[in-house]
T-cell receptor, first 116, second 114 residues
Framework: AQSVTQPDIHITVSEGASLELRCNYSYGATPYLFWYVQSPGQGLQLLLKYFSGDTLVQGIKGFEAEFKRSQSSFNLRKPSVHWSDAAEYFCAVGARRGSTLGRLYFGRGTQLTVWP | GAGVSQSPSNKVTEKGKDVELRCDPISGHTALYWYRQSLGQGLEFLIYFQGNSAPDKSGLPSDRFSAERTGGSVSTLTIQRTQQEDSAVYLC????????????FGPGTRLLVL
């Protein structure tokens, strides 16, 4: 069965520090991979996605993520965190084909707190 | 419109009542999705539409839940005889197509069943 694991429920970093949010997935084949961000009371905003090609993908707001097939991981990184990055971050996977085409499977989310 | 819109933004209802939640996708997007976000279950897929048809309804939690889409645009998610466990945020998303396309999410409808 497909599943997405975000092992860190809550992460706290100081403004200006680097950030890495972990995401591991269990899937029969290489899925599509996404990172979304959700601010309080808001919907989900796409940060970046991996469909194919270069395994290091760049997103909005200075975020990047690296797809590592051997580790079934898609970790999100940012070299210098800003206070406005405080939010909840969700990793998601989607099928390329088959009966589950169209649906995204989400991790449980990582809540990021930024100290000034 | 510029993005996915949902209405109402908040809904409070009494147990046993029916509710309708509306989603207006991005213009030109043929695929539309419904998800539910709750504290206990996280983000769960409910159903998606390709045009007006729903190839995958398997995420609907019970037969009290139904959804339709008419004219390939607006979709309505209906919950009959609401229960307290239906309290959640219901998110709608749309994409240009089903395969290899980004899903863009609306702000959600926060449903509270008393």
């Amino acid at each position: 069965a497909q599943s997405v694991t975000q092992p860190d429920i809550h992460i706290t970093v100081s403004e200006g520090a680097s950030l890495e949010l972990r995401c591991n997935y269990s899937y029969g084949a290489t899925p599509y991979l996404f990172w979304y961000v959700q601010s309080p009371g808001q919907g989900l905003q796409l940060l970046l996605k991996y469909f194919s090609g270069d395994t290091l993908v760049q997103g909005i707001k200075g975020f990047e993520a690296e797809f590592k097939r051997s580790q079934s991981s898609f970790n999100l990184r940012k070299p210098s965190v800003h206070w406005s990055d405080a939010a909840e971050y969700f990793c998601a996977v989607g099928a390329r084909r088959g009966s589950t085409l169209g649906r995204l499977y989400f991790g449980r989310g990582t809540q990021l707190t930024v100290w000034p | 419109g510029a993005g996915v819109s949902q209405s109402p933004s908040n809904k409070v209802t009494e147990k046993g009542k029916d509710v309708e939640l509306r989603c207006d996708p991005i213009s030109g997007h043929t695929a539309l999705y419904w998800y539910r976000q709750s504290l206990g279950q996280g983000l769960e897929f409910l159903i998606y539409f390709q045009g007006n048809s729903a190839p995958d309804k398997s995420g609907l939690p019970s037969d009290r839940f139904s959804a339709e889409r008419t004219g390939g645009s607006v979709s309505t998610l209906t919950i009959q005889r609401t229960q307290q466990e239906d309290s959640a945020v219901y998110l709608c998303a749309s994409s240009r197509a089903v395969n290899e396309e980004t899903q863009y999410f609306g702000p959600g409808t926060r449903l509270l069943v008393l």
